[in-house]
């Protein structure tokens, strides 16, 4: 691993010398797991604030669902949804990074505009083809995910030849294109657990997450409380923290740089207790 630290235009940077926590913040009423949660702007600051005090240094926000067969919504609404939190959580929180989740370029523009970070595109700039352009013209930090379809259709029957060198050349097509463009600041590898997979196909993945090293960029994982650990387990989403947690603790040590979660303080001892363990390894 060659990075060490993620420069951002001001000068923040965030460190890798051990795992990060990324929290997620839905402003949905129709996301899988915690649709719906809050009722006015406050709620998402104090929840906001939780995340932070428990180890958060990452805030990954999202304003439509992208959960299987979910229905879009227009862009409009998408931003409506966004504009105030955006601003209201970089002026509360200047330290800390702020992520927006979304696939279309006029909404990443103005996210980064109003003071996001990073942008978290699902679609790996598959279902807007302007985004690739974007974000080599704003030369901000990318997490470039891999899906198979859209959220509509990703998982009526999902299938590949070889997933891991489907997605290695998905990653590497999407590299070049970035440079070819001028674009010299961080892509974070999310190979999209659950975005047009089988639950096969995301153990496969998981196993195989050190082989992403090759192309020295971050990898983010996140598969906290989805389908992946609910059709092993016969669980539902509410009971699934403690899947999670064994997952979160298998990426870690197949080398995941960042946790996606919802649940910051059972991640912050999952990378606590894999980094001890990893310490004790040279003894």
């Known amino acids: 691993m060659n990075f060490k630290q993620i420069l951002f235009r001001d000068n923040r940077t965030l460190e890798f010398s051990k795992p990060t926590i990324m929290g997620i913040i839905n402003l949905t009423d129709d996301s899988f797991?915690?649709?719906?949660?809050?009722?006015?702007?406050?709620?998402?600051?104090?929840?906001?604030?939780k995340m932070i005090s428990q180890g958060a240094s990452i805030l990954d926000i999202g304003a439509m669902s992208t959960k299987p067969f979910s229905t879009e919504i227009d862009s409009n609404e998408e931003w409506e949804r966004l504009e105030k939190i955006i601003a209201t959580l970089r002026k509360?929180?200047?330290?800390?990074i702020i992520s927006i989740d979304t696939y279309r370029a006029e909404v990443a523009k103005r996210s980064i505009a109003a003071g996001?970070?990073?942008?978290n595109d699902i679609?790996?700039?598959?279902?807007?083809?302007?985004?690739?352009?974007l974000i080599a013209k704003l030369n901000v930090p990318y997490i470039l995910t891999h899906m198979q379809g859209t959220p509509k259709n990703m998982q009526q029957n999902p299938h590949y030849n070889n997933i891991f060198e489907e997605i290695f050349t998905f990653f590497s097509v999407k590299l070049k294109q970035l440079k070819d463009l001028g674009y010299s600041s961080t892509t974070?590898?999310?190979?999209?657990?659950?975005?047009?997979?089988?639950?096969?196909?995301?153990?496969?993945?998981?196993?195989?997450?050190?082989?992403f090293k090759e192309l020295n960029c971050p990898i983010l994982v996140g598969v906290s409380r989805k389908?992946?650990?609910?059709?092993?387990l016969n669980t539902t989403p509410a009971e699934a923290l403690n899947g999670t947690s064994v997952l979160n603790t298998i990426s870690l040590?197949?080398?995941a740089d960042i946790l996606r979660v919802h649940d910051v303080a059972q991640a912050r001892e999952a990378v606590e207790l894999v980094g001890f363990y990893n310490k004790c390894q040279n003894l």
């Open 116 to 119: 996001a970070d990073i942008i």
């Open 33 to 49: 797991f915690d649709g719906g949660r809050f009722t006015n702007d406050q709620e998402v600051i104090d929840y906001a604030d």
């Open 227 to 232: 389908s992946m650990i609910n059709k092993v």
């Open 188 to 211: 974070i590898l999310d190979p999209g657990f659950g975005f047009g997979k089988t639950v096969e196909h995301n153990y496969f993945l998981l196993n195989s997450l050190k082989k």
């Open 123 to 133: 679609s790996g700039g598959e279902m807007d083809k302007g985004m690739i352009s």
């Open 253 to 255: 040590l197949n080398g």
């Open 92 to 96: 509360k929180f200047p330290e800390t």
